[in-house]
């Protein structure tokens, strides 16, 4: 079984820029979760979707956003990059809501010059 | 605020010999807790989970414990493998408010299991 993959591995934008993120859950996952690591900090929680919605975000700015298609697979986009957004961003799936564990993806190392 | 604490940056053991990961936490509405992990430039790895209702699980070599008076709980790797060499975390769920579905990370423990 396939597990969370991820795309791009890495990804190096420009002050200003945006960057898209993408995530595919594993089969039979609906729930996708986005978590960033930066530098020194462990996993900090950004936003959650089941079933094709946000269910709840992170405290993190709006020019953070994404969306679940009906596929399930999901989008992280960072707007208006800055370069503290330099970071790894990883994504995790689970069955749906909140119940049983979260599987990992690899992740996407962003940095922002 | 952090709600959950690896007070331990690192922690070095001899292969064979047990490994304890200790893990604290301040919220009691948490109710599900779970060890991941990971390697360098790999997402992490779920390890083994532990409802607020039990207060042991093992998976092999890996047990975990919880004590809620205390608001502690601990991983066990018994015996340690040079392979186990990896950072730990300590990761926890609340169902209830705003925490809803996502994750509550510590900040890791570094093991290295040496020959």
């Keep these: 079984e396939a597990g969370v993959t991820q795309s ?16 595919s859950p594993i089969s039979g996952h609906t729930s996708v979760y986005w978590y960033q690591q930066a530098l020194g900090l462990g996993l900090q929680f950004l936003l959650w979707y089941d079933e094709g919605e946000e269910r709840n975000r992170g405290n993190f700015p709006p020019r953070f956003s ?12 960072v707007n208006a990059l800055e370069l503290e957004d330099s970071a790894l961003y990883l994504c995790a799936s689970s069955l749906s809501g909140h119940r049983g564990e979260q599987y990992f993806g690899p992740g996407t190392r962003l940095t922002v010059t | 605020d952090q709600q959950v604490k690896q007070n331990s940056p690192s922690l070095s053991v001899q292969e064979g010999r047990i490994s304890i990961l200790n893990c604290d936490y301040t919220n009691s509405m948490f109710d599900y807790f779970l060890w991941y992990k990971k390697y360098p430039a790999e997402g992490p790895t779920f390890l083994i989970s532990i409802s607020s209702i039990k207060d042991k699980n093992e998976d092999g070599r890996f047990t975990v414990f919880l004590n809620k008076s205390a608001k502690h709980l601990s991983l066990h790797i018994v015996p340690s493998q040079p392979g186990d060499s990896a ?15 996502n994750l509550i990370f510590g900040k890791g423990t570094k093991l290295s299991v040496k020959p």
């Design chain 1, 8 to 23: 791009p591995t890495h990804l190096i934008k420009t002050r200003g820029q945006q960057a898209t993120l993408r995530c």
């Design chain 2, 87 to 101: 950072v730990y975390f300590c990761a926890a769920r609340s169902n209830y408010g705003g925490s809803q579905g």
């Design chain 1, 66 to 77: 994404g969306r679940q298609f009906p596929n399930y697979s999901s989008e992280l986009n």
